[in-house]
C-alpha cells in the first residue's frame, strides 16, 4: 500500500511510463517496454525501476496482478523477495530480466499494458492524487465531534485518528494518514451484505423481507413498513432481517465463516477480520436490536426456518468485522466496478446486485443525514459509528475515509466534509453534467492536455479528408481554428496543399489573423498552394493576403511571435501526451 509521504517521494533514477495509445505494426507491448527500460550495457531490463515507474501510476507492488508477475519471475530463477516491508522499493536488491523473459512473465498481465497504454481510469494520477492531498491537509486539524461511547471498545479509541484511502476500478490506489490502524466495519458491512444477499437469492426474494424506502426515521426507531417489513436494508431492523437470510438454515459458525469469505473476496483478499471483544460488547448492549428483532418476529418478517438469536448473533458478527482503510477502499471499488474485485479482476456479485445496492445506499445509506447528504454530495455512501465511512464513484472509484469523530447523528464528521469538497473540486456529483459543464470542476477521467490536442488532429484530418461538415461543426464548437500542429501546419496549410477550394474559401472567412502562417520549414499555405499546383488556391490566398494587409498594416509584426506561440503549444501539448515533467532519457 501506499501512503501520502511514500508516494510523493520519488529517486533520481525513477523514469515515470511514457504512455502510447496505439502500437507500430507488428510489435507487441513487451518489447516497446524492455526498448524503454532495459540497459544498453547489460541488454536487460530493471524491474524495480519498472515497479517504482507502476507505482506513479497508482500501481503497487503488493497488487495481486503484480504479485503473480513477480511470481512468474521466481519461477525463471530470479530472486525476488514478495514481502518487503519498504513500499518504495529502495531495501530490495534490483533484479535483472533479459527481453525473452519478460515478454513470457508479462503475456498474461493485462494491467501492465494497460498502464503502457495510458488507458488507466485516472490518466493523471499525480495530478488527482495532489489535489487529494490538499483536501486530506484541509481536514487534518478538523476536531469537532465525539466517538461513538455506548460500548468501551469504540470510547477507547484515539480520536484523532485519520484516514483517506482510494481505489479506483483499474486498482490504482493511494493512502493517507492511519491507513493502516485496524477499526470494526459496523455499518458500512450493511451495504455489502445487502448485495451478498441480493446476488445469492436475488431481488424478488429479498424484498419480500424488506422495502427499499427511506423510513425517515431514527436508524434504530421500533417501526415497519406499510407491508409491515423493514423500510431498507441500510437501517437496522432492514440489516437484520437481510442477516437472516445470509445462508438461513445452515449451522452460525457456517453462515460466519461463508460472510467472512466473501467480504475477503470484496476485498481483493485484504485485510478483513473479526473483532471478538466488540462482538461481545454489542451483543451485551443491544437491547434495541433485540426489541426490533422480538417486534419484528411477532410480524413475520423473517424466513421460515430462520433463528432468531442467531440472526441477531450473525448480525453482530458483521458489524464487528475488522479492516483498514487501505482493504475497505478496495471494497468499496468493487461496489464501483460492478462487483468485480479491480485487484483481482474476479467478479464478486453481480452487476445488478450492486446497481441496486449503490441505489439505496444513495438514499439511505448515511442515517437521518442521507437525504442532505444525496443532494449535496450525490454519490452512493455508507457510514458506521466506527467513523469507518465508504463513499462510491461508479465506473471510476472506491474511497473508504476512517475517522472516529462523529457528528449527533452518527456519522464520521471529516468523512461528511471529504465528500463535500470532492465534489467541490471533481465532477463527480451524480448530476454533475459532463458535456455542459458550467463551473471549474476538474474531470480526473480525461487528460487535460488531450483536449486540445485532439481537437486540432481531428480538424486537419477532417480537412485533409476533405469534410466541410466536420469543418463546420468545429467552428461551431468554438475551436481555434488557427491554432497550428507541432510543425506550425494550419488548417490553411492542408487546404492549400490538397486543394480543397471550398474548405480553404470557408476557412479564410472565419480566419482571425494572417493567412499567411509560416511552418517551422518557412512555407505558407500560398507556397504550398503554388507548389501542389493549385491555382485557384493561390488565386484565393493571394487575395486573402492583400484584403489583410490592407486592414492590418503592421502583420509583420506580430506574425512571428503568434506562430512561434503555436508551435511551442503544440509541442508542449504533444511532448506531454506522452511523458509526465519529471521524464529523463534512460
Known amino acids: 500500500m501506499s501512503s501520502e509521504s511514500e508516494n510523493t517521494t520519488t529517486t533520481e533514477q525513477t523514469i515515470t511510463l511514457p504512455v502510447c495509445s496505439y502500437l507500430p505494426k507488428g510489435r507487441a507491448v513487451s518489447d516497446l517496454i524492455f ?178 424506502e427511506s423510513s425517515g426515521r431514527a436508524f434504530n426507531k421500533i417501526i415497519l413498513d406499510k407491508d409491515n417489513k423493514p423500510h431498507n436494508p441500510m437501517i437496522n431492523a432492514g440489516a437484520i432481517v437481510v442477516a437472516s437470510l445470509l445462508k438461513t438454515t445452515d449451522p452460525l459458525s457456517e453462515r460466519f465463516d461463508h460472510a467472512m469469505k466473501r467480504m475477503k473476496e470484496f476485498a481483493g483478499n485484504g485485510h478483513v477480520s473479526f473483532n471478538n471483544s466488540v462482538f461481545l460488547s454489542e451483543r451485551e448492549t443491544a437491547d434495541r436490536n433485540y426489541a426490533l428483532s ?117 456519522n464520521t464528521i471529516r468523512g461528511v466534509k471529504f465528500a463535500e469538497k470532492l465534489v467541490e473540486v471533481f465532477n463527480f456529483h451524480h448530476y454533475d453534467s459532463l458535456i455542459f459543464n458550467e463551473s471549474n470542476k476538474i474531470d ?34 468554438g475551436i481555434l481554428l488557427e491554432e497550428a500542429d507541432y510543425d506550425g501546419r494550419t488548417a490553411l496549410h492542408i487546404a492549400a496543399a490538397n486543394g480543397n477550394l471550398e474548405i480553404l474559401e470557408y476557412l479564410l472567412r472565419h480566419w482571425k489573423i494572417t493567412p499567411e502562417p509560416k511552418d517551422i520549414y518557412g512555407r505558407t499555405p500560398l507556397s504550398d498552394a503554388k507548389y501542389f499546383n493549385h491555382p485557384d488556391c493561390v488565386q484565393l490566398l493571394e487575395a486573402a493576403k492583400q484584403k489583410f494587409l490592407t486592414c492590418n498594416p503592421n502583420e509583420n509584426e506580430v506574425l512571428d511571435s503568434v506562430q512561434s506561440e503555436m508551435i511551442r503549444k503544440m509541442n508542449f501539448l504533444a511532448i506531454n501526451n506522452n511523458h509526465d515533467e519529471n521524464d529523463s532519457p534512460v
Open 294 to 410: 422480538y417486534y419484528m418476529r411477532e410480524h413475520g418478517c423473517f424466513p421460515e426456518g430462520s433463528k432468531h438469536r442467531e440472526n441477531l448473533d450473525l448480525y453482530f458478527q458483521l458489524c464487528s468485522m475488522e479492516t483498514t482503510c487501505d482493504s475497505l477502499a478496495i471494497m468499496a471499488a468493487t461496489l464501483a466496478n460492478g462487483g468485480v474485485c479491480p485487484l483481482t479482476e474476479k467478479r464478486v456479485v453481480s452487476n445488478t446486485a450492486v446497481r441496486d445496492t449503490l441505489s439505496l445506499m444513495l438514499s439511505c445509506g448515511m442515517y437521518d443525514y442521507s437525504a442532505r447528504f444525496a443532494f449535496n454530495v450525490g454519490l452512493p455512501s455508507k457510514s458506521g459509528v466506527s467513523g469507518d465511512m465508504v463513499l462510491i464513484v461508479p465506473n471510476v472509484m472506491g474511497i473508504a475515509v476512517y475517522s472516529p469523530r462523529l457528528d449527533d447523528l452518527g
Open 35 to 212: 526498448e524503454m527500460y532495459h540497459s544498453e550495457e547489460t541488454h536487460q531490463l530493471s524491474l524495480i525501476r519498472l515497479l517504482k515507474n507502476l507505482a506513479l501510476k497508482g500501481i503497487l507492488k503488493d497488487d495481486p496482478r503484480i504479485l503473480n508477475m513477480l511470481h512468474a519471475f521466481r519461477e525463471e530463477g530470479r530472486s525476488i523477495s514478495l514481502d518487503t516491508p519498504d513500499p518504495q522499493l529502495n531495501q530490495i536488491d534490483d533484479v535483472l530480466v533479459s527481453k525473452e523473459s519478460f515478454a513470457k512473465c508479462i503475456s498474461q498481465n493485462t494491467i501492465v499494458n494497460k498502464v503502457f497504454k495510458n488507458q488507466l481510469i485516472i490518466p493523471e494520477w499525480k495530478s488527482f492524487t495532489g489535489q487529494i492531498t490538499k483536501i486530506f491537509n484541509e481536514l487534518k486539524d478538523v476536531k469537532e465531534g465525539k466517538t461513538a461511547s455506548y460500548i468501551p471498545q469504540l470510547a477507547r479509541v484515539n480520536p484523532d485518528k485519520f484516514a483517506i484511502s482510494i481505489c479506483t476500478i483499474d486498482g490504482q490506489r493511494q493512502s493517507w494518514g492511519d491507513f493502516d490502524s485496524k477499526f470494526c466495519l459496523q455499518s458500512v458491512s450493511k451495504a455489502f451484505t445487502y448485495a451478498l444477499v441480493l446476488d445469492e437469492l436475488g431481488d424478488e426474494y429479498v424484498h419480500k423481507y424488506v422495502g427499499t
Open 444 to 477: 480526473p477521467r480525461i487528460k487535460n492536455i488531450d483536449v486540445e490536442l485532439l481537437n486540432i488532429c481531428n480538424l486537419l484530418h477532417a480537412i485533409n479528408n476533405n469534410d466541410l461538415d466536420f469543418v463546420k461543426k468545429y467552428i461551431l464548437a
